[in-house]
């Protein structure tokens, strides 16, 4: 059985007591970290800065999400600063292959994310240049929005592919994860979830957490 990941979003955690909020989530495989420029998405959260704090006293290690310009200049120095996994977009990247081979020599796993709107098909002879591949299943830059299930097919295809190349992917899905949507993303190929209000708002985070990764593992996507 493939291994499922449950990502906490600190997006939707109280920014004031961040390290109180990270141990709530001790459960988890990875807390997932927004950055976000005010550019490429509406929306600014944070920087290296933080992002070092956090790495500081995560109990969990760190699945950084940059929404923003320039990766090639920007998504280094985060896998410099020790996060175990660096996402940084398609469609803000000038080449994702070469920025990806860099981010490995540094060290950090290598994602690369595609919006909702972007086409695959530019990207799928090249899955084996990437460690995780994040299908947007809401458009980035705010927490809190609906799941888009027009988003499947997509995800469905990336599976397909990657299986069919023999390529070992982590197919992360972010938007709208709850414990009513995880098993369609989870049918459709998703193996790594990131949630955020769903986990931070609940009464018991390290049992949400728990709860998820069951119903995610109850569903995964079995090939033809």
């Known amino acids: 059985m493939t291994a499922t990941y449950i990502h906490p979003s600190i997006l939707s955690a ?13 459960d988890a495989d990875f807390v997932h970290v927004d950055v976000m420029d005010n550019h490429f998405v509406p929306n600014l959260t944070f920087g290296p800065q933080m992002v070092a704090r956090i790495q500081d006293v995560s109990p969990v290690p760190l699945d950084v999400h940059l929404m923003i ?15 175990a996994s660096v996402t940084f977009h398609a469609e803000a990247s000038a080449d994702p292959v070469a920025l990806a081979r860099r981010l490995r020599q540094i060290g ?17 002879d090249d899955l084996s ?17 609906s799941f888009m299930p027009e ?12 299986r069919n190349a ?35 708002g609940a009464e018991h985070p390290g049992a949400m957490i728990g709860r998820l990764r069951e119903l995610a593992a109850g569903h995964q996507h079995r090939p033809a």
């Open 151 to 162: 988003t499947m097919p997509k995800l469905r295809t990336l599976a397909e592919r990657a």
């Open 108 to 124: 950090s796993a290598a994602g690369v994310a595609i919006k909702p709107g972007t086409p695959l098909e530019p990207y799928l």
């Open 14 to 26: 109280d920014f004031v007591n961040m390290q109180a909020e990270l141990e709530r989530i001790s």
């Open 166 to 200: 023999g390529v070992e992917l982590r197919l992360q899905v972010d938007g709208g994860i709850s414990a009513d949507t995880i098993a369609i993303a989870a049918e459709n190929g998703a193996n790594t979830f990131v949630a955020g209000s769903a986990v931070f």
């Open 129 to 145: 240049a990437f460690d995780l591949v994040l299908v947007m299943t809401v458009e980035p830059g705010f927490g809190g929005q």
């Open 69 to 83: 310009d320039d990766p090639e200049r920007w998504a280094p120095e985060y896998a410099e600063l020790g996060a």
